[in-house]
């Protein structure tokens, strides 16, 4: 394919999906697998550490933060004081993306969360579409469905 045809294919799929109602963003985040990105990290987490009011800080999140939730058991820490984002590869796992097995798995950790435990970011939302639409080729009303669905159970306005 040559650049000219490569371009072509790009602009009409930016358009396609801007249509569908979703926006590019793209972001530049730091390679974790360069070298030395773990010694910088642990540099600059060393930094963080030796501030003055460090301690105070961490204690005080510490004191803020949930109780343990047992039904989830012991380690998993979720409240209605603290609530977790869905990922987007639970929602596809939970729409048979990946097989049954994923599925169910998606489908029992999905159950054990109340409606507002958790929340439904809009990027969640445009990459389930992305992966319904590319990877499960559904048709896009089907998708919609889907979205809606998903939206109507866990979205926070």
Not at 54 to 62: G, L, P
Not at 67 to 90: C, F, I, K, Q, W
Request: aromatic share 8%.
């Amino acid at each position: 394919m040559t650049h000219s045809a490569d371009a072509s294919r790009r602009a009409a799929h930016r358009a396609e999906m801007r249509a569908s109602g979703l926006r590019l963003v793209e972001i530049w985040v730091p390679d974790t697998s360069t070298p030395g990105f773990a010694q910088e990290a642990r540099r600059q987490s060393l930094l963080v550490a030796a501030e003055n009011g460090f301690d105070d800080m961490m204690n005080f999140i510490e004191r803020s933060g949930p109780e343990p939730n047992h039904r989830l058991g012991a380690t998993n820490y979720m409240s209605t004081e603290m609530r977790g984002a869905l990922d987007t590869n639970v929602l596809a796992y939970a729409e048979g993306v990946n097989g049954e097995a994923r599925k169910d798995a998606a489908l029992r950790i999905l159950q054990e969360f109340g409606e507002y435990e958790v929340v439904l970011p809009d990027q969640a939302l445009g990459e389930l579409f992305v992966a319904l639409i590319r990877n499960a080729k559904r048709e896009a009303a089907e998708v919609r469905s889907v979205l809606l669905g998903w939206s109507d159970r866990f979205y926070d306005d």
